[in-house]
């Protein structure tokens, strides 16, 4: 089949790639390369260097696909605290230009979302039918609403125009070639370790999270393309081992071996005034595992270590203390 992947240069998207070639699947990867890296490119995937709000390039990309898988997006709350116009044009547009080239050659399609749709009131388990708690003068809720947006138009194109689409909210996804620059909190730990700096915990590092290994996250996001059933559905993708930040912290310091230990950062000073923090986010994935029986085959200990060995910290199999 063809497939095409937008965002196929960044984090998930190239994870994703690499595993359809392996299948034996032609991948196509659309993506303007702003945040994506050309090296992240599995051997074998077509680039087409694009940004996808250009109607005319989505289009093209998608003539003969039988699945496009929607990764493309602004990345990350630093990048998303320093230009939330940006952000919501990458988001709204770029989804609508998709959503739109989609419905028109009929071709099936996975939508990546967030669990920062929910609103930053919202913690606990969250279930995918739990109303939103967004406020659009809040800082941080640009890019969530953007995120809403693009789900709404998908479910109402599913509706009106019968597109074939599911949504996959996905929860703090992890792993190799996952970069520091726009605060991901993992990826940041391991930079500061490599570096021999201290490892910035924003606020008091309370914050109860889950993170999923990005193979388990690949394999979730293709069984929920792969599922007729999950046609028209919001699903979570995550995981649900909690950690808080502070004790991620904690155990990236035991397992390299660091003495630099821990800063406590304001997130004020990174994000400035109004950018809130849930105390706890977990997803419930009782709807995932109905669907398409999906279970994690990885740990937190699994990520940690495959995520410390990719940057040269420690050998593969070391264990976590």
């Given at each position: 089949m063809r497939i095409v992947v937008t965002g196929g240069a960044g984090f998930l998207g190239s994870h994703l790639g690499a595993r359809l070639l392996a299948e034996g699947h032609e991948v196509l990867v659309l993506d303007d390369l702003s945040t994506g890296r050309i090296d992240h490119l599995p051997?074998?995937?077509?680039?087409?260097?694009?940004?996808?709000?250009?109607?005319?390039?989505?289009?093209?990309?998608l003539v003969g696909a039988g699945l496009v898988l929607h990764m493309a997006a602004a990345v990350g709350p630093a990048l998303v605290a320093r230009d939330p116009t940006g952000t919501w044009s990458r988001?709204?547009?770029?989804?609508?230009?998709?959503?739109?080239?989609?419905?028109?050659?009929?071709?099936?399609?996975?939508?990546?979302?967030?669990?920062?749709?929910?609103?930053?009131?919202?913690?606990?388990?969250?279930?995918?039918?739990?109303?939103?708690?967004?406020?659009?003068?809040?800082?941080?809720?640009?890019?969530?609403?953007?995120?809403?947006?693009?789900?709404?138009?998908?479910?109402?194109?599913?509706?009106?125009?019968?597109?074939?689409?599911?949504?996959?909210?996905?929860?703090?996804?992890?792993?190799?070639?996952?970069?520091d620059r726009y605060g991901m909190v993992l990826a940041r730990f391991a930079a500061a370790a490599r570096a021999g700096r201290a490892l910035p915990v924003y606020g008091d590092g309370l914050q109860r999270r889950c993170f999923l290994h990005v193979e388990d996250a690949v394999t979730a996001l293709l069984a929920l393309a792969r599922t007729p059933a999950c046609e028209g559905q919001v699903v979570n993708v995550g995981s649900e081992e909690e950690v808080t930040v502070l004790a991620l912290a904690q155990r990236v310091l035991a397992l390299t071996g660091s003495r630099?230990?821990?800063?406590?950062?304001?997130?004020?000073?990174?994000?400035?005034?109004?950018?809130?923090?849930?105390?706890?986010?977990?997803?419930?994935?009782?709807?995932?595992?109905?669907?398409?029986?999906?279970?994690?085959?990885?740990t937190l200990e699994d990520a940690l270590r495959d995520v410390l060995a990719a940057q040269g910290e420690v050998p593969p199999g070391h264990p976590v203390r």
């Open positions: 051997p074998g995937a077509v680039l087409r260097r694009a940004d996808v709000r250009d109607a005319r390039a989505v289009g093209e990309a988001n709204v547009e770029g989804t609508a230009r998709v959503l739109e080239a989609a419905a028109m050659h009929g071709t099936r399609v996975l939508l990546a979302s967030t669990s920062e749709v929910y609103g930053p009131a919202a913690e606990g388990s969250l279930e995918e039918q739990r109303p939103s708690e967004l406020l659009t003068s809040a800082r941080r809720d640009v890019y969530a609403l953007s995120k809403a947006a693009g789900e709404a138009y998908a479910l109402a194109l599913a509706r009106t125009h019968l597109l074939p689409v599911t949504v996959a909210r996905l929860f703090n996804v992890v792993g190799p070639r996952q970069g630099a230990g821990i800063e406590h950062v304001p997130l004020e000073r990174v994000y400035g005034e109004g950018f809130s923090d849930p105390r706890r986010r977990r997803p419930d994935l009782r709807r995932l595992r109905e669907l398409t029986g999906f279970q994690p085959a990885r």
